[in-house]
Nanobody, 124 residues
């Protein structure tokens, strides 16, 4: 499965962005999925995960209350709604997928398909 993240950009602190991750090649309906981000000089950080059906979600503490993960399997697309953005949210955001995994799938090693990231820059 090929993944492509989009929707990043430059936003002021306090603003919102909605990231999308479009899949091609296979239906996403059988895959657990997640969002990660990586800031310059830092490790890739887990943000949120969602089960294949969308019935279960899991968030890192840094994402709780501000970020919402969702999916539309009919559109073969994963989303990340980000509200009240802060300068420390500046990073490259990537989506990932895995056919079978433990739950919650919160480590980058849990995933075997990755999309190219999209840059999010939050100005103060």
């Amino acid at each position: 499965v090929q993944l492509q993240a989009s929707g990043g950009g430059l936003v002021q602190a306090g603003g919102s962005l909605r990231l999308s991750c479009a899949a091609s090649g296979r239906s996403l309906g059988s895959y657990n999925m997640g969002w990660f981000r990586q800031a310059p000089g830092k490790e890739r950080e887990f943000l949120a995960a969602i089960t294949s059906s969308g019935g279960g979600t899991y968030y890192a503490d840094s994402a709780k209350g501000r970020f919402t993960i969702s999916r539309d399997n009919a559109r073969n697309t994963l989303y990340l709604q980000m509200n009240n953005l802060k300068p420390e949210d500046t990073a490259v955001y990537s989506c990932a997928a895995v056919r079978w995994s433990r739950w919650p799938a919160r480590d980058k090693s849990d995933y075997n398909y990755w999309g190219q990231g999209t840059q999010v820059t939050v100005s103060s």
